[in-house]
Structures are given as structure tokens and as C-alpha cells.
């Protein structure tokens, strides 16, 4: 077993840690008040090459494989959870499904800008009647010989309105369920793509969600991403790498809140002492490092198992459950160890605490991860 870090990915932990703290920190309670990741923000991460890490070198990419686009994410996610869920909605889902099953036509047209940041990309599979239950899509897309003709509706979508390119899931054959369904590379710019005002959000409020809308837009046939009829398969396999790049993400956010917990605890006294010497304190901070030591290791483990080429359905979805569960107990124990302080917008623990609460429910509810979890278990009769 080899747990030592590259130098690259070394470099690129301390590129990202830099970013965070002289871009991102300083700026998550305007980005959180404004509503939105400045464009002056992703222009500087475009440059750097952080909308790219994990495409490889032929695609423009920056080849840092998961292991390394994790690594990112989590030192990102120690700034703020905003800009981190833009470059996700891009990267982890929308340009990932176009990586994993794009031709090579495909990718030379959207690949490589979209490695280099300059075409941003967004995940479309959510429907209004379609979120847990990713099969039951509406939207479709119908044969019309030279072309998909698409009609339908897509729901909250992580960089609606902003994105210049739509991974877009629709029916193509209608009746045969998970097998009827296919993916598509639709351009924002296709006559009859239009999108919905940014939804008001309880956190994560600098990154848009919007609904998306397909009137009669004429699909070119090359842009089937894919097989006809496999376009779930491409949907699952998606959320597979992107569940595990959000573990990091929570990690990043959760290292956070128990960094800011400890200096509090240090800092704050009562009884004439600081509180941190207090058992209940102590116990609480032990219990925040334990998950947060165990979130850590298996979100790079699933990183590397990716890497490898190794099946990781599994622990993919183990990953995001504990990531997600463990960000909102440990931002919870945030809030305690701040005591009022951690409950006033003033301070960052308030906002984290609101933005821990989607990473529950988006890119599969947790719900639906103990059923991709126990799915599995039950099918190989063990663990
Ligand atoms: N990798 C490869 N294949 C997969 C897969 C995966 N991760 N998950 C499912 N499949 C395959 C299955 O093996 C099955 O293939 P066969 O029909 O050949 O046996 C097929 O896909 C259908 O799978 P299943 O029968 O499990 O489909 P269900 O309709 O029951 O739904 C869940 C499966 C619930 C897991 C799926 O709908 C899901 O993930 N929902 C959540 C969607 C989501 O995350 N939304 C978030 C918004 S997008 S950010």
C-alpha cells in the first residue's frame, strides 16, 4: 500500500490551497450575499487550469487523474462550497459524461474547450417528475432523420443559464424504460434553448440553478453522445465519478468548519478558561477530526480505486452518503462549539452550515445511495 502523494499533486494541492485563501475565503460571504461566483473568480480558475485537472493532456486536460481533481476540490472547498460546485457542475457531471462517453469527433469539438474552460458545461437529467426516479425522463428527443427533434423540461440544474453546453438525457425510444433513454451534447445556443430565472436556494446560493427548456430544437445526429438507448447507462456512470469528487468537496468544507471550531475553542473563554478545556468541547472536536479522518481516507481510496479502473459503483455512493452525512454532523458540532456566534451571519459557520444541507440530497439523495448501496450487497449475497 502506497498512501504517499505525487509531487504533481502536491503542486496542485498548493496551487488550490493559494487559490482558496487568497480568492475564495476572503470572498464567501459576498458570493453567498450576491448570489453568484464572480466572473472575475472563474476567469482566474479558468486560467489556472482548474476547469480541466482531471481531463488527460490530449484533451487539453491538466491529466491529474481523480486522486488529483479531489485533491483540488477539497482545497477549493476549504475557501468556499460556491465555486467549487460551479467548476462540479462542469466538471464532475457535465463535461465528465462527454470524457466518458464521447467520440473522438466529440471530443475534439467539446473536450478540449471545455478542458480549457472556455465552453462551460452542465449536467441535464432532473425533471420535475423525474429526480430520484432518473427514468422516468420526459423530455424527448425524436428521429427526424438528419436530426433529434427535443421537446421537454430539466430542473434544477447546477450552472443552468451560464453553461454554453448541455449533457442532456431524453427519450428516444419510448415505453422501454431505462433502456429507451439516450444522451445528448446540446449547445445553450440551439434555437428553442431557453432557461429559467435562478432559484432563490437556502445555500450554495453563488452557484445558478435554473430549470431548462427544449422547444422544438433540431439536435444534429452527431451530437448523440454515446449509444441510442444508453444514455442511462452514460447518466449512471457520470454520477459514479461525480459522487466521489463531491465527497471531497464536504471533506474540504468539513476540514474547514472543524479548523475554525478548534481555533474558537481556543480562543473563546468562560469560567475562566477557554472552552476548548471543557470535556464536552473536547469530545465534541475528537468526534468531528474522527469522521472527518475517516471521510478523508475513503474518498482518496474511491478516488485512486477510479484511477485504477476498478469497478467503485459502490463505494461511490458509500462516499457520498458518509461525505454528506458527516459534512452536516460535523457542521452541526460547528455551530454548537461557536454557540451563538455560530447561529450570526457575521460569522462563516452560519453560511457553511446552510450550504452543508444539498449535499444530502443533490447528485442522488442519500436515500437513493442506501439503495444503490444495499442493492449491491444483497445481489452478491456480501460485502
Ligand atoms: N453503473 C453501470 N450500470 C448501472 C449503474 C451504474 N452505476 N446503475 C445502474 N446501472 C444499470 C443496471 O445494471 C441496469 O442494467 P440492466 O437493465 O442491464 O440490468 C440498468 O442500469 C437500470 O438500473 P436499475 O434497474 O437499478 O434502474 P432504476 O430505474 O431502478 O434506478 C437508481 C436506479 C435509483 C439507482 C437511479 O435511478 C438513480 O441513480 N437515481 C438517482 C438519480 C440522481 O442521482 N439524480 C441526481 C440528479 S443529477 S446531478
Known amino acids: 500500500m502506497n498512501f504517499s502523494i505525487s509531487e504533481e499533486h502536491e503542486m496542485l494541492r498548493e496551487l488550490a490551497k493559494k487559490f482558496a485563501d487568497e480568492e475564495l475565503r476572503p470572498r464567501a460571504a459576498m458570493v453567498d450575499e450576491e448570489g453568484e461566483v464572480s466572473r472575475e473568480v472563474l476567469d482566474k480558475a479558468i486560467e489556472i487550469g482548474f476547469m480541466g485537472v482531471v481531463f488527460p493532456e490530449e484533451h487539453d486536460g491538466g491529466d491529474m487523474g481523480e486522486v488529483g481533481y479531489c485533491i483540488m476540490m477539497e482545497e477549493l472547498a476549504r475557501g468556499c462550497m460556491n465555486t467549487p460546485i460551479v467548476i462540479g457542475g462542469h466538471e464532475s457531471i457535465g463535461a465528465m459524461a462527454v470524457h466518458l462517453a464521447g467520440s473522438p469527433a466529440q471530443k475534439d469539438k467539446y473536450m478540449k474547450p471545455m478542458a480549457r474552460g472556455e465552453m462551460l458545461a452542465a449536467f441535464a437529467l432532473t425533471e420535475p417528475q423525474a429526480g430520484s426516479d432518473a427514468a422516468a425522463v420526459a423530455t424527448m428527443a425524436e428521429d427526424k432523420g438528419d436530426h433529434y427533434l427535443m421537446n421537454g423540461q430539466k430542473t ?45 436556494k437556502m445555500g450554495i446560493r453563488g452557484s445558478h440553478t435554473t430549470d431548462i ?28 465519478v461525480g459522487r466521489v469528487s463531491l465527497s471531497a468537496v464536504c471533506l474540504g468544507q468539513a476540514k474547514e468548519a472543524l479548523n475554525l471550531s478548534i481555533q474558537h475553542a481556543k480562543e473563546r473563554m468562560q469560567f475562566g478558561k477557554p472552552i476548548g478545556e471543557q470535556q464536552a468541547v473536547k469530545w465534541m472536536l475528537a468526534n468531528m477530526a474522527t469522521k472527518v479522518y475517516a471521510l478523508e481516507s475513503m474518498t482518496y481510496r474511491t478516488a485512486w480505486m477510479c484511477d485504477q479502473g476498478m469497478s467503485f459503483s459502490r463505494e461511490s455512493a458509500i462516499c457520498k452518503l458518509f461525505a454528506s452525512e458527516t459534512l452536516c454532523q460535523v457542521v452541526d458540532d460547528a455551530v454548537q462549539v461557536h454557540g451563538g456566534m455560530g447561529y450570526m451571519s457575521e460569522y462563516p459557520i452560519e453560511r457553511m452550515y446552510r450550504d452543508a444541507r444539498i449535499t444530502r440530497i443533490f447528485e442522488g439523495t442519500n436515500e437513493i445511495q442506501r439503495l444503490v448501496i444495499s442493492g449491491g450487497l444483497l445481489r452478491d449475497g456480501k460485502f
Open 213 to 240: 427548456f427544449f422547444e422544438d430544437v433540431k439536435v444534429p445526429k452527431e451530437n448523440l453522445l454515446g449509444t441510442k438507448d444508453r444514455g442511462f447507462l452514460v447518466a449512471m456512470q457520470t454520477l459514479d
Open 156 to 200: 434544477f440544474i447546477t450552472n443552468g443559464g451560464i453553461s454554453d453546453v448541455y449533457t442532456v438525457f431524453a427519450i428516444t425510444t419510448p415505453g422501454a424504460g431505462t433502456k429507451g433513454m439516450s444522451a445528448f451534447i446540446v449547445e445553450a445556443s440551439f434555437p428553442g434553448v431557453t432557461c429559467g430565472k435562478p432559484e432563490k
